[in-house]
C-alpha cells in the first residue's frame, strides 16, 4: 500500500491531546476486552530463543529481529513477530480452565514491513488467549467472541465521544460475517484487499471468516501460518475455517482496515494436515508442537487487536505515526508534515 494523503486533513486533537485519549483508549478497552471474554492479565516476552517454534512466522517469510545471548553461549534469541503460540503455552503452564484466559501488551519489531499509513516498524496490540472445550471448536462459538470484542470497540467509540464530541462514532451497530469465498464469487475479478474494501465500505465493519486455506480459484485469501489459527477444517456453513479478521472502513483514508487477527487454534488433527500443506512438517519436531500434537496443550481461541490501530481509527487519524513513535523515511515524514499530518 502506497502512502494516502487525504485532501484537506484536519487535525481533530493535538499532539498532547491525543497522548491523553490514547491512554484513555488503552485503559477503556482493555478493561472492557477483559470483562467480555473472562481475561486477566499476563507478563509476556519482548523475545523467545530461536528454534522453539514459539516465535510467529507470519507468513513464512518475514525476518525476526534476531540477536546472540552470551550469557547462553551466543544461543540466538529473536523479538517475538507475535505471540500466537506464547499464549497457548501459556494457558497450559497455568492449568487455566475453559471459558477463562489471558491478555497481555504484546510489542514486537517488524523490519521487513513496508511503511505507510497503516504499517510500522512498531507493533503493538493486546494479545488474548482463552481455553476451550473440543465442542467449542465451531463457527457459533467464534462468531460470539467476535461479537463480545466488536462490542467493547464499539462502547470505546463511544466513550471517545463522550469525551470529544466532535469525534463523531462511525461504526455501524453490528459486525457482518462474510466468508472469504463468498467474496471471491461475488467480487471475482478483484483482488483480495479490493474485495475487502468493497464489502467493508457496504457494511461498516466486517468478520471476513477463513483467511489461509485455499480457495475455488486455487488461491488463499490471505496467509497464515499453519502452527495457530485452523484454517483447513470445515465449519457450519460447509467452508473451510475457524478463523478471520475484524475489518473496518475508514473513511478518512479511504480504504479497509484490519483492526484484528483471530480464530479458533489448530487441534492436533489440524495441525498435522496444515503443516503437510505448507510443506513443513519438520516443525513436528519443534518443543510447542510436540507439544500440541502429544495434546499436552488446551484447545483454545485466541488472536490480536492492534493497539495503534485502534487509537488511529478512534480518533480519525491519516497515519499510524500520530498515534506511535517509530521510524519513517525522510520523505514520508515531509509529505505528511505538508498535509498537517504530525507525526509523533
Keep these: 500500500m502506497a502512502l494516502i494523503i487525504p485532501k484537506n486533513y484536519k487535525l481533530k486533537l493535538l499532539p498532547e491531546t491525543t497522548e491523553l485519549a490514547i491512554k484513555m483508549i488503552k485503559s477503556n478497552f482493555q478493561k472492557k476486552l477483559a470483562d467480555a471474554l473472562c481475561l486477566r492479565r499476563v507478563t509476556a516476552p519482548l523475545f523467545v530463543l530461536s528454534g522453539t517454534g514459539l516465535n510467529d512466522d507470519l507468513?513464512?517469510?518475514?525476518?525476526?529481529?534476531?540477536?546472540?545471548?552470551?550469557?547462553?553461549?551466543?544461543?540466538?534469541?529473536?523479538?517475538?513477530?507475535?505471540?500466537?503460540?506464547?499464549?497457548?503455552?501459556?494457558?497450559?503452564?497455568?492449568?487455566?480452565?475453559?471459558?477463562?484466559?489471558?491478555?497481555?501488551?504484546?510489542?514486537?519489531?517488524?523490519?521487513?514491513?513496508?511503511?505507510?499509513?497503516?504499517?510500522?516498524?512498531?507493533?503493538?496490540?493486546?494479545?488474548?488467549?482463552?481455553?476451550?472445550?473440543?465442542?467449542?471448536?465451531?463457527?457459533?462459538?467464534?462468531?460470539?467472541?467476535v461479537r463480545k470484542i466488536y462490542d467493547a470497540i464499539k462502547e470505546t467509540e463511544k466513550r471517545v465521544f463522550e469525551r470529544f464530541p466532535h469525534i463523531t462514532p462511525?461504526?455501524?451497530?453490528?459486525?457482518?460475517?462474510?466468508?472469504?469465498?463468498?467474496?471471491?464469487?461475488?467480487?471475482?475479478?478483484?483482488?483480495?484487499?479490493?474485495?475487502?474494501?468493497?464489502?467493508?465500505?457496504?457494511?461498516?465493519?466486517?468478520?471476513?471468516?477463513?483467511?489461509?486455506?485455499?480457495?475455488?480459484?486455487?488461491?488463499?485469501?490471505?496467509?497464515?501460518?499453519?502452527?495457530?489459527?485452523?484454517?483447513?477444517?470445515?465449519?457450519?456453513?460447509?467452508?473451510?475455517?475457524?478463523?478471520?479478521?475484524?475489518?473496518v472502513w475508514d473513511s478518512i483514508l479511504g480504504r479497509s482496515f484490519e483492526l484484528s487477527s483471530m480464530g479458533i487454534r489448530v487441534s492436533p488433527e489440524s495441525l498435522a494436515r496444515q503443516l503437510e500443506l505448507r510443506g513443513c512438517t519438520e516443525r513436528s519436531n519443534l518443543s510447542f508442537h510436540k507439544r500440541l500434537l502429544n495434546r499436552e496443550l488446551p484447545y483454545s481461541i485466541g488472536g490480536g487487536i492492534g493497539q495503534s490501530r485502534l487509537c488511529m481509527f478512534l480518533l480519525q487519524k491519516a497515519h499510524i505515526g500520530e498515534v506511535q513513535a517509530s521510524i519513517w523515511p525522510e520523505e514520508q515524514i515531509e509529505k505528511c508534515k505538508n498535509a498537517g499530518i504530525m507525526l509523533m
Design 170 to 247: 462511525r461504526l455501524p451497530e453490528e459486525i457482518t460475517f462474510i466468508h472469504s469465498e463468498d467474496l471471491l464469487r461475488e467480487f471475482p475479478s478483484l483482488s483480495p484487499s479490493d474485495r475487502e474494501a468493497m464489502a467493508a465500505k457496504k457494511y461498516g465493519a466486517i468478520f471476513l471468516i477463513g483467511i489461509g486455506a485455499p480457495l475455488s480459484n486455487g488461491e488463499p485469501h490471505d496467509g497464515r501460518a499453519p502452527d495457530y489459527d485452523d484454517w483447513i477444517s470445515d465449519n457450519e456453513e460447509g467452508y473451510n475455517g475457524l478463523n478471520g479478521d475484524i475489518l
Design 59 to 145: 507468513n513464512g517469510v518475514e525476518r525476526a529481529v534476531s540477536f546472540p545471548v552470551k550469557a547462553l553461549g551466543d544461543k540466538k534469541a529473536e523479538v517475538v513477530h507475535s505471540l500466537a503460540k506464547w499464549k497457548r503455552a501459556k494457558l497450559g503452564t497455568y492449568g487455566i480452565e475453559p471459558g477463562y484466559g489471558i491478555y497481555t501488551d504484546m510489542n514486537a519489531i517488524r523490519a521487513d514491513e513496508e511503511l505507510d499509513n497503516l504499517h510500522s516498524l512498531y507493533v503493538d496490540q493486546w494479545d488474548w488467549e482463552k481455553t476451550i472445550t473440543e465442542n467449542d471448536r465451531n463457527l457459533k462459538f467464534l462468531k460470539e467472541t
